[in-house]
């Protein structure tokens, strides 16, 4: 999702080569990579001066099911990455994720500690600091809830729920569980503006506004004109499965506010004014 928006946006400005590994993708030249094989000799290949790692199994359950597919995209793969880009003076930016915090505070900065819950956040974890250590010049960041238009149409958070009820099912959704959404749109603008001046070390992206999943569904389906008798506001205190959810792992964005010369939209802004689009 995050890829494919940003080679099309990208495409105008950087001579792109993107990649794809489990669907095709419809930007033009774009390579067939398995990161669970050989990396250098694919970069050696390209020779880019800009490596945006954006590939993912970025569904928690699955990582939990797959624990060495989650290894071996998230921190193998990303520590290669940084080991080429050190070798070749590219730039690499990598994209973690709001779930390397345990949810015990919200409102994290930079500062706080890490401490996933789930192999997807233990993994996106091993990457940064894989970056970190391997590759000091990359910059990492940290996206909220994604949410927007992606190719397939499922992708994106508010995308998800919409099909739900436009196929006439009901929504449960957490009110206690709390996030900072963030449209595509901004994530890509942002992307695109560390590509161009190459800035360094970790960075937090997340929406302005701090919603609970129920806040986040009902934003949504009243947006599209969708019933929202079929959204049942629920507490994480009924959820027993795997791996644990995390009650509150909302973003504090203040060093990328004074790193950006633009402010990010908030769901309202996105969801309600179509001239965001």
Request: aromatic share 10%; glycine share 8%.
């Amino acid at each position: 999702m995050v890829g494919a928006a940003l080679a099309r946006s990208a495409a105008g400005r950087f001579e792109v080569t993107g990649s794809f590994f489990g669907r095709p993708v419809d930007h033009e030249g774009a390579i067939y990579w398995d990161l669970r094989q050989d990396i250098p000799p694919v970069l050696d290949r390209i020779r880019p001066h800009l490596i945006v790692h954006t590939a993912a199994l970025s569904a928690p359950a699955r990582c939990e099911r797959q624990p060495e597919d989650a290894w071996h995209l998230h921190s193998r793969a990303t520590g290669a990455l940084a080991q080429w880009a050190r070798r070749h003076s590219a730039y690499l930016l990598f994209l973690s994720t709001d779930l390397v915090f345990d949810g015990r505070k919200g409102r994290y900065t930079e500062t706080d500690a890490a401490r996933p819950r789930s192999v997807y956040g233990r993994t996106k974890r091993e990457g940064e600091t894989a970056c970190l250590s391997t590759c000091p010049s990359s910059a990492f960041l940290r996206p909220a809830l994604i949410y927007g238009h992606s190719r397939q149409g499922d992708r994106g958070a508010d995308e998800q729920i919409c099909r739900t009820l436009t196929d006439g099912r009901s929504l449960h959704l957490f009110f206690d569980e709390f996030r900072t959404p963030l449209w595509l749109e901004d994530l890509v603008r942002v992307l695109l503006y560390f590509l161009e001046r190459r800035p360094a070390g970790l960075y937090h992206v997340g929406g302005p506004h701090r919603l609970s999943r129920w806040e986040f569904g009902c934003l949504v389906a009243r947006s599209a004109g969708l019933p929202l008798d079929r959204i049942h506001r629920v507490s994480l205190s009924t959820y027993s499965g795997s791996p644990p959810r995390c009650a509150d792992v909302s973003l504090d964005c203040v060093r990328l506010k004074a790193a950006i010369p633009f402010a990010l939209h908030s769901p309202e802004q996105v969801l309600f004014h179509e001239n965001t689009r």
